[in-house]
């Protein structure tokens, strides 16, 4: 599907501004390829924007349209020159570790059409996948260890933008697209689309250099469709009511998540920048924001964390700030015994803002104290933590938007406190503001390890062992989705395993055994912290 649609120069690199109370060394880590999707994710400058919306504000990414190529097809990325230039890239970028690709779109539908018979349809999707696979393995041999992050689909919206109120007609520049197909339902397009997606994704649980997440129904839960679907079947729904992944394949995507053409009228495929910020947010939850982290990220542990006031008063919230003279000093709790290396050189706490009200502390310095053990008698919050005895150390640099509520911030934690963080005790740390007007901010203390609270580790020169992330690279669970067994394949021993929901709840315990039996389990999505030799991992999988 060779889409008519204008170029708008030469793109690069892609920076937007944050606030940030220190300066730091921007990364380029992520290459951006890829078709149309790709493209636009490129003018919209999306990887940035995302990254920076999580809390990594310094990594970037980059992509120039040699690579990103309005119309590509798979073939396009097993031609020579094409090839040359993926391959100068990243020689000549050492920081990037990760390849985003935007495939294969133009090729399934592009060259599909609704009366193909079942051998058809069989062919095409054969040759397709093959050469996907092909484009894959070659970006496997540019770095070692290099992921290849399969970007994917969300549904298409042909019939209603076409349809309903287009004043273009026949020339809207999609029309001949829709029509080449055989005027397909948005169910027979959906169908299609998720049938290829769950053979890729498929292919990236048998590979751990590659990750995909299937979501093509991800803007019907983002955007909702809010005003009755112009054709049939008609209806609306709220936003945040359809279920991943699929949401309802007999639905499209919503038309204002599609792409404005020139405010005539609406895009048929292409998504608006709200609708890629959408869908790149669920790649960075799901992937992006755990593999930035350095050597080894630690989950708090919410049932130790919150705050506490000078009126005696403890909370689960971790907040700070003071608001009717009552002055909140956060405390996170963390596992430190965890630690897979005993020298510590650096540290980030990353935190997502749940609410701000009045002037907000972040925009002032902050102060902050490490104990090794707890603050109190025990691990629990006690109002005595507010008196506990610590040596305060001044200014933490705070990265990120700090005044947007769901966004993340990373507070780096001061050199001289690193040294404070041990290795083998649980460790607390105390976070208090300096302003004295009326304020504060809340920010998430779930368990859910998409959400909680994360500590990123950066060991010492002389730490040899695998970034936790290079481990999860190291484990593969198969088959995935699964209804009865999955079996881990890993490189370093597992030691045992946590199966764990959405929630961060433990679901079963395993130990020293790769084979897990979940049958008992009820149909979704879970995850497995498995600790293995060399240190911690996570992983996910679908019960069926």
Known sequence: MRFAILLFGFVQIFTINSFAQCSEQDETRALLIGDSWAFFMGVDGTLNEVFERWGHSNVKFYTNVEVAVNGARTTDFLEPNMQTEIRNIINNTPDIDVVHLSIAGNDVLGQWDVNFTQAELDDLVDEVYGQTDSIIRFLKTLKPGIKVVFSGYVYPNFEEVLVDNNPLGNAHPFYGTWSGMGFPSFLQINTILNDFSELIEDYAAADPQVEFFKVPGLLQYTFGQTTPLAVAPGGSYPPFTQSLPFGDPSYPSPQNSMRDYFGITRDCFHLSPQGYRDLISYHTQKFYHKFFMDDQ???????????????????????????????????????????????????????????????????????????????????????????????????????????????????????????????????????????????????????????????????????????????????????????????????????????????GQEILEIKNSENINISGLTAGNYYLRIETKKGFAMKSFIKK
């Not at 965890?338 to 009045?358: H, R, T, Y």
């Not at 102060?367 to 507010?386: K, N, Q, Y």
């Not at 002389?462 to 209804?483: L, M, R």
């Open 297 to 503: 990220y630690l989950f708090n542990e919410s049932n130790f964390s919150g705050s506490v006031s000078n009126l005696q008063n403890t909370s689960n919230e971790l907040k700070i700030g003071q608001e009717s003279g009552e002055i909140y000093q956060m405390l996170i709790d963390f596992n430190t015994n965890d630690l897979m290396w005993s020298e510590v050189e650096a540290a980030e706490l990353f935190l997502q803002i749940e609410n701000i009200s009045g002037n907000n502390p972040l925009n002032t310095e902050l102060e902050i104290g490490i104990v090794t053990g707890s603050f109190g008698s025990s691990r629990d919050l006690d109002p005595a933590d507010w008196n506990a005895a610590t040596e305060w150390f001044n200014a933490p640099c705070v990265f990120g938007n700090t005044n947007d509520i769901g966004r993340w911030v990373r507070i780096k934690i001061p050199a001289d406190a690193v040294n404070a963080i041990p290795a083998n005790a649980p460790c607390q740390l105390l976070i208090q503001s300096t302003n004295t007007s009326d304020g504060f901010i809340r920010f998430n203390n779930t368990s859910d390890p998409d959400f909680s609270p994360v500590l990123n580790i950066k060991f010492d020169e002389n730490y040899v062992g695998i970034k936790a992330q290079d481990i999860a690279s190291n484990i593969t669970v198969f088959p995935n989705p699964s209804e009865d067994y999955i079996y881990l394949k890993s490189e370093p021993k597992i030691l045992s395993v946590l199966v764990l929901n959405l929630l």
